[in-house]
């Protein structure tokens, strides 16, 4: 039986539960174990939860804290990283970078999330766009969740008759639930004209010209894009609405079946029993799609769950650093089958 590749996930919050969770999930891995540095109320969870993750503590000065919670330290990060083949760091912004000169340390591969700054990776990463050219690097940092989304969607469509060139409008969440720090109250914030979503994208997909602007809403859950595709060959929305429903990481949902907001769509996923209420999808509008210019620019307005939405490519990532899989579609049906992504929804 092929040995699993062993993982561990340093940062257990928003993002960090998440990776856990989809490692966890995966037929070829193992979750060695997660690492913090103090008893915050996602580690609480999880000890109450009885999942069992093993707890390492991020440095020896943490170690107080957590046991005083109630957490069974397995040890210090320095241990987990003596076990693994590689970690996703989903810590603060910053802290990653720091980390790093640990996994080097150790000879642990990497894969860093959206807040922490490009010179941290060898490479951006993107399962669709530029799985070939970060095969095998040991440091890979995944998109942002909006970038993310905009990538799944452009690339099913380069894939399918070529991408030319694409703008998209981001409608972003202000701040998580749990953020009650952030704002805005009462305000929508325009930002500059591309924002940080089109440089990043255009990182892993240099050929398609891409143009970004982000305002952002005092709304807690989902994002929403509404994105304008430029492309070189026709396509009719009934083809646009078969090739998303055949990439098991988008999803139609009809405003005409009650799934009229964001908040409509989150309540369904807790409804139909979703861990936490979430969703690795993209979800589409299909009475958004629409195609003018004789079928050669398309419009679609989608939706970013932001907790969940990077899980699936910072599995892909692990695959990828570490040639589980040869080729970006092998790596993803693989990643697809353990998180129970299917097509055609």
Known sequence: MPKKAKIGVVGYGTIG?????????????????????APSLPVRALVESGKGY????????????????????????????????MVADATSPGIG??????YVEHGVKAVFQGGETHEVAETL????????????KDYLKCLSC???????????????????????????????????????????????????????????SPHIKCITSVVTAPVCFGHATTMVFETKGKMTKDEVIDLFKAN????????????????????YNRDRGANR????????????????????????????????????????????????QKTWQAAFDRTNKGLGLKKGL
């Not at 020896?60 to 076990?83: F, I, M, R, T, Y």
Request: glycine share 8%; net charge negative.
């Open 97 to 102: 970078a720091r980390n790093k000169e640990k």
């Open 248 to 267: 098991a990481r988008l999803r139609i949902f009809r405003l005409e079946d009650g799934f009229v907001s964001t908040s409509h769509i989150f309540d």
């Open 146 to 204: 909006n970038t993310t989304g905009i990538a799944r969607q452009a690339m099913a469509v380069d894939h399918a008759v070529g991408l030319k060139e694409m703008i998209c409008l981001i409608i972003r969440r202000a701040a998580d639930v749990s953020e009650t720090h952030k704002g805005p109250v009462d305000a929508l914030l325009p930002d500059k004209i591309p924002s940080h979503q089109a440089t990043d994208f255009g990182i892993v």
């Open 125 to 136: 990463f993107n399962t669709m766009a530029n799985y070939d050219a970060a095969y095998g």
């Open 17 to 37: 539960e998440r990776i856990a969770d989809g490692v966890a999930l995966q037929e070829d891995m193992e979750l060695v174990g997660v690492v913090d540095v």
């Open 277 to 324: 209420g979430d969703m690795y999808e993209v979800p589409v509008w299909e009475e958004t799609i629409y195609l003018d210019k004789g079928g050669r620019r398309l419009f679609s307005t989608n939706m970013i769950p932001q907790e969940a939405i990077v899980i699936p490519e910072n599995i892909d990532a692990m695959r990828c650093a570490l040639k589980m």
């Open 54 to 85: 093993p707890v390492f503590a991020g440095h020896k000065d943490a170690v107080p804290a957590l046991k005083s919670a109630g957490v069974k330290v397995a040890g210090l990060l320095e241990d987990l990283l003596q076990e693994v083949a």
